[in-house]
Nanobody, 114 residues
Framework: QVQLVESGGGLVQPGGSLRLSCAASRSIFSIDHMGWYRQAPGKQRELVAGISSGGSTNYADSVKGRFTISRDNAKNTVYLQMNSLKPEDTAVYYC????????WGQGTQVTVSS
């Protein structure tokens, strides 16, 4: 079992920045893949960024160059640094972990609006 707790969401103006955190209940060394997904109202959940246990990363085209995913193994935490935010980034952001099974966090709301 893996419990995931996201934090760091909020309201930010266009062009601003936020850093999301996803704290895992166990060592992330043992987790094969972790990622950030988002779901906007009326839309399907989509991958934003992912990071493997080996450190390889991948990003949705819409966030490349603006978002950065990273991991701190000592803190069992994965981060999503979001810069140059746009209104279309508004969504609930979810953390996902894959270790035999798939685990999801409860989500954190990000709203980009002036």
């Amino acid at each position: 079992q893996v419990q995931l707790v996201e934090s760091g969401g909020g309201l930010v103006q266009p062009g601003g920045s936020l850093r999301l955190s996803c704290a895992a209940s166990r060592s992330i060394f043992s987790i094969d893949h972790m990622g950030w997904y988002r779901q906007a109202p009326g839309k399907q959940r989509e991958l934003v960024a992912g990071i493997s246990s080996g450190g390889s990363t991948n990003y949705a085209d819409s966030v490349k160059g603006r978002f950065t995913i990273s991991r701190d193994n000592a803190k069992n935490t994965v981060y999503l640094q979001m810069n140059s935010l746009k209104p279309e980034d508004t969504a609930v952001y979810y953390c996902r972990a894959v270790r035999v099974n798939v685990y999801w966090g409860q989500g954190t709301q990000v709203t980009v609006s002036s």
